[in-house]
C-alpha cells in the first residue's frame, strides 16, 4: 500500500460523490477517488494511493514508472491477491473454510 | 559502472553518476527516508555504484515497519470479535503481532478482509449495517488524504457501523527526532516524494535551517534517486543547506491543498509511538473532535493492551539508520520474510525485506555484482 502508482484517466463518471473515474494501470483498472484533482480530464495521467488520484503526472514519466514497478514485481504486490501473497510468504495453504477472499469484497 | 545498463536511461544516470563522483571530495551521509526508495536502491544497486564517500542509510519510511506493536495488536483483538468485519490493506496481513498475524486470525474464523482503499471498507459498512466495520487507517501523509475522505463520507451517510483503527505518522517530527538523536550520522535527506505531493514542501525549510541539512524532495525511480543524491552532495560540498525539488513533475510547493483541507478537517496532530524507535512528539495524526466517534479504540475499549518487542529484533536501529540490516545476528537466520521477528523484514517496504530480497535470494542482479556487494558486506 506504500507505492503511488501512476494511471490513465480513461473515464469519469461526474454523478459520483465523491467524485470517482476508471483508472488504467498498465492494463489493470481501477475505480479512484478523483476529488483531490476535481479539474482532471480523460487522457490525463494521475498518481493514484490506495485508490485515489494524489496528483498529475506527465505520460512520459507515468510510462517510465509503471515499467519500473512491472519489473519489481510491484504491480503485482499492489494489485494481486493478497490473501495468496500471505499464504505463500507463511509457507501455508489457504482452507477450504477460509479461502482466498482478496476479491470479495467487491 | 557496467551494471548500470538496468536503467531506464543509462546514459543519463552515467552522467549523473559521473558528477556525483566528481563532486563528493569528503565524506557524507544521506538519509533517504522512503521505504519504496529503499527498495529501488538495493534493487540496481545504486549503492554500490557510488562513490565510496557517500553513504546512503536507510530511514524510517515504511508505514507498516513503524506501526507499534500495541496497535498490531489491537487490531488482532478487534479483528477477532464477533459481529466485526475487519479491513486491511494486504500488506499488514503478516505484520507480527505479540503472539500472531492477522493472516493468522483468518484462518481462526475472523473475519478479516483485504480492501485496495477505505473507501472499500465503508462500501462494506453500507451493505453489512448490523455488523460492525473497521478499516485499519496506518500510513503516512500520502495516506491520510484517503482515510480522510471514507471518515468524512461515513459521517454524511450517517454509517454508525463504521470506525477507523488510526495508526498515521507524519515525516517531518521524524526527520526532527533523528537529526536529534545524539547518534546521528545523517548530512542530508532525499525527502519522500509522494508524501510531499500530498504535504508540499513548507514543513522542510525550517528543518534544513535548524539542522543544517539540505532536503532534496525525490521521487523512486532509479534516475530519480541518482539526481537526488546529486544535488544533495552538491549543497554539502558547497556547505549549503537548502530543501530543493527534485521531483517536480508529481511535487507542488503548495502540495494538494484540497487533499490538506480534508486531512485537516478530521485530523489532529498527536504524539505517536513508532514501532523499534519509541515516541516522538507530533509525530502522527488522530482522529479530530470532531470524528472521535469514528474512533476504533474508543468503541472497542482495547487501551489495556502492553506488549513488548522481541529482544533479538534490532528493526529499531535499521529503522534509525543506526545500523545496517545485515549488522543483525537475527538477520537471515531466526529473522526471515517467512519468520519475521520485525516489520523491517515483513514489510516489502522494509529495509530488512529488501537486503533480504535482492542481496540473498535470487537476486536479478549480475553474478559479479552480487559477489562484489558479498565481498563487501557479507551475509552469514
Given at each position: 500500500m506504500c507505492l503511488a502508482v501512476p494511471g490513465k484517466v480513461?473515464?469519469?463518471?461526474?454523478?459520483?460523490d465523491p467524485l470517482t473515474g476508471l483508472i488504467d494501470f498498465g492494463g489493470v483498472q481501477k475505480q479512484a477517488c478523483l476529488e483531490y484533482v476535481s479539474d482532471v480530464q480523460v487522457g490525463e495521467y494521475v498518481i493514484v494511493h490506495v485508490g485515489f488520484a494524489l496528483q498529475r503526472l506527465d505520460e512520459a514519466s507515468a510510462l517510465a514508472s509503471l515499467k519500473l514497478f512491472e519489473e519489481l514485481g510491484l504491480l503485482e504486490e499492489e494489485f494481486g491477491d493478497a490473501w495468496e501473497q500471505a499464504a505463500n510468504e507463511a509457507g501455508a495453504t489457504l482452507t477450504a473454510e477460509h479461502p482466498n477472499s482478496g476479491s470479495e469484497v467487491l | 559502472m557496467k551494471y548500470i545498463d538496468e536503467f531506464n536511461d543509462p546514459d543519463l544516470a552515467r552522467r549523473l553518476l559521473d558528477e556525483i563522483h566528481a563532486t563528493a571530495t569528503r565524506p557524507w551521509a544521506l538519509m533517504e527516508v522512503c521505504g519504496g526508495q529503499t527498495h529501488s536502491i538495493i534493487r540496481h544497486g545504486i549503492d554500490q555504484l557510488l562513490p565510496e564517500q557517500v553513504e546512503l542509510i536507510h530511514g524510517p519510511g515504511c508505514p507498516v515497519c513503524v506501526t507499534p506493536l500495541d496497535v498490531i495488536d489491537k487490531a488482532l483483538e478487534i479483528a477477532s470479535r464477533p459481529g466485526v468485519i475487519f479491513c486491511s490493506f494486504g500488506?499488514?496481513?503478516?505484520?507480527?503481532g505479540t503472539d500472531r498475524d492477522l493472516f493468522r486470525v483468518k484462518g481462526e474464523g475472523g473475519d478479516v478482509r483485504v480492501v485496495y482503499s477505505p473507501l472499500d471498507a465503508l462500501e462494506l459498512a453500507r451493505k453489512h449495517p448490523d455488523r460492525e466495520v473497521v478499516f485499519?487507517?496506518?500510513?503516512?501523509e500520502t495516506t491520510a488524504p484517503a482515510n480522510a475522505m471514507a471518515v468524512h463520507q461515513a459521517r454524511r451517510l450517517g454509517l454508525a457501523n463504521f470506525s477507523l483503527l488510526v495508526s498515521h505518522v507524519r515525516v517531518p517530527p521524524a526527520v526532527e527526532a533523528i537529526m536529534s538523536a545524539p547518534q546521528c550520522r545523517v548530512q542530508g535527506f532525499l525527502a519522500a516524494g509522494h508524501v510531499c505531493s500530498v504535504?508540499?514542501?513548507?514543513?522542510y525549510p525550517e528543518l534544513a535551517e535548524r539542522f543544517g541539512v539540505p532536503l532534496v524532495v525525490t521521487g523512486f525511480e532509479p534516475l530519480d534517486i541518482l539526481e537526488g543524491i546529486r544535488r544533495a552532495v552538491r549543497q554539502l560540498e558547497r556547505g549549503e543547506h537548502r530543501v530543493e525539488n527534485a521531483y517536480a513533475r508529481a511535487v507542488?510547493?503548495?502540495?494538494?491543498p484540497a487533499a490538506l483541507r480534508m486531512i485537516q478537517e478530521v485530523f489532529e496532530v498527536a504524539d505517536r509511538n513508532w514501532r523499534g524507535i519509541g515516541r516522538i512528539p507530533r509525530s502522527g495524526w488522530r482522529l479530530s473532535e470532531a470524528f472521535r466517534a469514528y474512533d476504533a479504540e474508543h468503541r472497542f475499549d482495547v487501551g489495556g493492551i502492553r506488549t513488548e518487542e522481541p529482544?533479538?529484533?534490532?528493526s529499531g536501529e535499521v529503522l534509525q539508520g543506526?545500523?545496517?540490516?545485515?549488522?543483525?545476528?537475527?538477520?537471515?537466520?531466526?529473522?526471515?520474510?517467512?519468520?519475521?521477528?520485525g516489520a523491517t523484514m515483513v514489510s516489502s517496504e522494509g529495509a530488512c525485506a529488501a537486503y533480504y530480497l535482492y542481496r540473498?535470494?535470487?537476486?536479478?542482479?549480475p553474478q559479479a555484482a552480487r559477489a562484489a556487494r558479498e565481498e563487501m558486506n557479507p551475509v552469514a
Open positions: 480513461v473515464s469519469i463518471d461526474d454523478q459520483a | 500488506d499488514m496481513l503478516r505484520v507480527p485499519f487507517a496506518i500510513g503516512f504535504m508540499g514542501t513548507a514543513e507542488r510547493e503548495d502540495g494538494n529482544a533479538e529484533c534490532r543506526l545500523i545496517k540490516p545485515t549488522e543483525c545476528a537475527a538477520f537471515g537466520t531466526t529473522c526471515t520474510p517467512r519468520t519475521p521477528l540473498r535470494m535470487n537476486s536479478p542482479m
